[in-house]
């Protein structure tokens, strides 16, 4: 049997606009970062056959998350401006890079993915102990295949596409 991956062993880093362009902070104190493919098929049964046959023809995945809020945290801070701001459309669209840290290596970078979401805001306020945001990243473009490094030990990120 091979090495368990663990959950910290795939890092998300999200899109953060600022002056010198876009920068890739982690995504730090997040309780749930899921990610659900929601599979799209073409299903039908032919009359001479007993069963239905289905093909997968799309996806539309989404990620869950859910994170307690903390102050100077700049996803937290443009995730919660989205949400008290209501943006909508392009105002409200995303990267998000995951990095596979079982993927390569310091050098010569890590396997990551860079695709666009739509920031879908659903709870806030949920827990007693924390202030808390919820809701979901719905894809909004095509997957961006990639190596990720890092010069301040993935507290920001640089992603080169292949």
């Known amino acids: 049997m091979g090495k368990l991956i663990k959950r910290s ?4 880093f999200y899109g953060v606009d600022d002056v010198n ?3 890739y902070h982690r995504m ?22 007993d069963f239905e046959q289905s ?5 539309s995945p989404q990620i869950s998350f859910a994170f307690d809020c903390f102050s100077d945290n700049p996803v ?38 860079k695709r666009d979401y739509s920031v879908i805001p659903d709870t806030e306020g949920a827990e007693k102990e924390a202030y808390t945001y919820s809701g979901h990243f719905k894809v909004n473009s ?3 295949f990639g190596t990720a490094v890092s010069d301040n030990d993935f507290e920001t990120i640089t992603f080169t596409e292949e």
Do not use: C, M, W
């Open 9 to 12: 062993d795939k890092l998300a």
């Open 21 to 23: 362009g876009t920068v």
């Open 28 to 49: 730090k104190g997040f309780t749930e970062i899921s990610v659900s493919k929601n599979p799209q098929e073409y299903a039908r049964k032919y009359i001479d056959e």
């Open 55 to 59: 093909d997968v023809v799309g996806f």
């Open 76 to 113: 937290h801070t443009d995730i919660v401006s989205i949400t008290d701001n209501e943006l909508l459309g392009t105002d409200a669209v995303r990267s998000i890079i995951v990095v596979d840290l079982t993927r390569g290596n310091e050098t010569d970078g890590f396997y990551a993915i």
């Open 142 to 144: 095509q997957k961006i």
